[in-house]
């Protein structure tokens, strides 16, 4: 049987990073806190990553290859409402996977150009992605808003899906991490980012909508 190779230590840095940022926010971490933590000097941290940017960086480069696979829309048809469903609840499941990115968002952004640059791309793409949507779900006659309402409702899905975790961060910090916690605020997050179109859909989209909305209110409710 084969052996599964060993990571890298350039792997496992990025691995061990993720998680201490995840669970300590980046500014808390330092690297001579990443290199005790794997038990190698800083001199042997410092021969694979310049800085703790470039750290941060490379985190980023995995994310943004990450999340540029996933902002796309469906190929040869028009998308409906389970794929918007199903596009945010993967969309929340990456962001929690790299979510010091957004929980310390506003203090990397201050501080680190790239980040400033390549997030605010993200951020343009996502709404793209949001407003592509909103306009298949109108074409087929799903959603009933302006060229302007469609607009809005991109933006402000973006922005609440963005902020989310930060403000469920500030609801419950001691529970942040648990995995129950983690579970109910994702299912929460993709509620009340679809929740904003709700009122804009029409028949049978406007029903699935309801029964949607009913099993994720009693995910997160435990009944």
Not at 79 to 105: A, G, I, K, Q, T
């Amino acid at each position: 049987m084969l052996q599964k190779a060993p990571r890298r230590t350039r792997e496992r840095i990025l691995e061990l990073s993720l998680r201490l940022f995840n669970e300590f926010g980046e500014p808390n971490i330092t690297t001579t806190v990443i290199a005790e933590e794997m038990n190698i000097s800083p001199g042997n941290l410092y021969y694979h990553f310049r800085n703790k940017d470039d750290i941060v960086n490379s985190i980023f480069a995995q994310f943004e290859a990450e999340i540029g696979r996933m902002l796309i829309v469906p190929e040869g048809r028009r998308s409906n409402l389970e794929d918007v469903w199903f596009y945010l609840h993967s969309m929340f499941e990456l962001v929690w996977r790299y979510r010091f990115f957004y929980r310390d968002l506003n203090d990397l952004l201050s501080r680190n150009r790239k980040l400033e640059l390549h997030f605010k791309e993200i951020l343009n793409h996502k709404i793209r992605v949001a407003r592509e949507l909103c306009e298949d779900l109108r074409s087929e006659g799903s959603l009933e808003a302006s060229d302007a309402e469609i607009g809005a409702l991109a933006t402000n899905m973006v922005v609440v899906a963005t902020y989310w975790l930060s403000y469920e961060y500030v609801r419950n910090p001691r529970k942040y991490s648990e995995q129950q916690s983690m579970s109910e605020a994702l299912a929460r997050g993709c509620y009340q980012v679809l929740s904003q179109i709700g009122p804009c859909l029409r028949g049978d989209t406007r029903l699935l909508f309801q029964k949607l909305s009913e099993e994720y209110l009693k995910k997160i409710s435990g009944k």
